[in-house]
């Protein structure tokens, strides 16, 4: 049998028998390398068309709202929300400390909180302040939350390590509602939380604090 050679790519030396499975299999290869650039291709002008135009995938957003009944009378959570000293001991999650409030509780006033993590979480105190916009006494409180720094000034979220899209100016309400005598029901909305883990830890987050808030009123 005749044989004769041939060098074809990382093929060094085939038969003529072999001749056309080879040229077929270096075909499915090159054809293989031309899908992977072609969807290389267009992931990134979709990525593109995304950057220069984000309004096509619009980030969903959605008022977080909490509930909370308190053996209390309206006066007393009121009171949870407006003096310092009671705000010190329920403000930031279950292990956090509240080393810092000063509340300058009127409308247009701004309030400065600081929660302390426990040490295993670091020791950078985490500060944010409440600028009041409405305040209907024993009934509603308005005011936007953002996070600052020691002096109360407002800073970017992603400079402490949060994500880019946490909220900043964002409106809280705070609302009261008698339910009795000895019984208050406290209704809290973080308005306009964009839908993700974030939101889902400032709820965690909140029930906590209203878990210790529920402790300033055992007799």
């Known amino acids: 049998?005749?044989?004769?050679?041939?060098?074809?790519?990382t093929y060094l030396w085939v038969t003529d028998a072999d001749f056309k499975y080879a040229i077929f299999y270096k075909i499915r290869i090159v054809s293989w390398f031309i899908i992977q650039i072609t969807f290389y291709t267009l992931s990134y002008s979709e990525k593109e068309m995304t950057?220069?135009?984000?309004t096509t995938n619009p980030v969903e957003k959605k008022d977080l709202v909490m509930s909370r009944v308190f053996n209390a009378t309206v006066e007393q959570v009121w009171k949870a929300w407006s003096d310092p000293q009671d705000v010190m001991r329920w403000w930031g999650p279950t292990g956090f400390t509240c080393p810092l409030v000063k509340i300058d509780f009127r409308e247009g006033g701004t309030s400065?909180?600081?929660?302390?993590?426990?040490?295993?979480?670091?020791?950078?105190?985490?500060?944010?302040?409440?600028?009041?916009?409405?305040i209907v006494p024993i009934e509603q409180i308005e005011y936007i939350h953002n996070l600052a720094d020691q002096d109360g000034?407002?800073?970017?979220?992603?400079?402490?390590?949060?994500?880019a899209d946490f909220p900043q100016n964002q409106l809280h309400t705070i609302t009261f509602k008698v339910l009795g005598a000895n019984e208050t029901e406290l209704t809290v909305t973080e308005h306009g939380w964009p839908v993700g883990q974030m939101m889902q830890m400032s709820e965690m987050g909140m029930n906590q604090c209203l878990d210790k808030m529920a402790a300033l009123f055992i007799l």
């Open 1 to 9: 049998m005749e044989v004769s050679t041939l060098r074809l790519g």
């Open 51 to 54: 950057m220069d135009n984000p």
């Open 112 to 134: 400065l909180l600081a929660m302390r993590p426990p040490k295993e979480f670091g020791d950078q105190d985490l500060y944010s302040t409440w600028m009041y916009q409405k």
């Open 153 to 163: 000034q407002k800073i970017d979220p992603v400079t402490i390590n949060m994500p």
